[in-house]
């Protein structure tokens, strides 16, 4: 129902609620019940190290505001001909400002300009091919098949094994780049075309204790219709996300927060 799957052997022992292990080959099957768990927190910041040259050495730090980079690049950033760009709406200038924050931080100063037909798109633009290195080492460009470079969305796994600050920031820079929050704060949908990549980011939202359900959709940009997933927190999730995680947006993060008080309202009744 929340679409989480398991892929494992057939001999793979599996806990029931009885706590007892059962395994695919004997007998465990659909309609079955088994117990889960949310997938913990790392414990230490997470290093990524490797050598440019046999007599060096170079270290990158998974930082609080390197993961928010991050997110924000796997939902608006790309990749191409040494370029890092990132695409921010241009009514949210707090995210604007904050992006381009970061990829001074990281990659150095970025140009501006406008875009889109309605001039709506501030992009963020840094040439920098010294950048391909560390990007590729990162894990977070890839080979294009008929050459050149691009992003590769996912969720790197020095993400998956950072402490909670990081993994939230994490997310707040995913979600402020590709999801979205009603206005009264009852629900939150974030859309990819890659399934993979929404049911890693469930299992991180699970790390603050936030379900999530992942559908097939349907969406039409520009007339072109295209299949892709798209994940939802409810409100009890909303309310979580809200105080844990956050957005970057004023405008986002005060949808997100509208039914943090109506709950304690609630709750006090």
Known sequence: EMGLELVCTDDHPILTPGGEFRRLNEGLGAGDTVRLAAPSFGSQQQLVTYRPLPLAETTIEITEDFAEFLGLFMGDGSYHNGTISMACDAKDQDVVERAAHLMRQFWGEPTRRLTGTQKGCQELRVSRRAAKE???ELGIIEERNLGGWKRRIHVPPYICRSPKPVVARFLR????ADGHARPLGNSMRFFSKDARFLADVQLLLLMFGVPSWRNLKTRTI???AFQGFELGLRVDGCRVFASEIGFISARKQAS???TIGKARHRNSK
Do not use: D
């Not at 820079?173 to 402020?176: N, S």
């Open 134 to 136: 560390p990007l590729e």
């Open 173 to 176: 820079g995913l979600f402020e």
């Open 222 to 224: 520009n007339g072109k």
């Open 256 to 258: 997100a927060s509208y």
